[in-house]
């Protein structure tokens, strides 16, 4: 078993900038993809921007240019820094991973999720 720990929400104005980890600990023999999700009162949830191994990054529309994914592999953590943000960036992030277990089967795990809200 693996789990995810995320950190960094928090309130914040327009235009303001924030940055989320997620740290994974557990039985890990390779995280397979990393990505950040989140999901605002009302509205489904939404991938927001991942980080697949052998893969190109990919990030949703809405915050192209503005949020940038990254990865320590050393330490099984992926941070999302959030610049420009706006209103309508406002929702419970989740961290979400697949990773590889010893039993060389991959597990899908998801984080409690942190709140970010963005004042006008």
């Known amino acids: 078993q693996a789990q995810l720990v995320e950190s960094g929400g928090g309130l914040v104005q327009a235009g303001g900038s924030l940055r989320l980890t997620c740290a994974a600990s557990?039985?890990?023999?390779?995280?397979?993809?990393m990505g950040w999700y989140r999901q605002a009162p009302g509205k489904q949830r939404e991938a927001v921007a991942t980080?697949?191994?052998?893969?190109?990054?990919n990030y949703s529309d809405s915050v192209k240019g503005r949020f940038t994914i990254s990865r320590d592999s050393a330490k099984n953590t992926v941070y999302l820094q959030m610049n420009s943000l706006k209103p309508e960036d406002t929702a419970v992030y989740y961290c979400?991973?697949?990773?590889?277990?010893?039993?060389?089967?991959?597990?899908?795990?998801w984080g409690q999720g942190t709140q970010v809200t963005v004042s006008s």
């Open positions: 979400q991973a697949n990773i590889l277990a010893t039993d060389r089967l991959t597990y899908s795990y």
């Open positions: 557990g039985s890990i023999v390779r995280i397979v993809t």
């Open positions: 980080i697949p191994s052998g893969g190109s990054i």
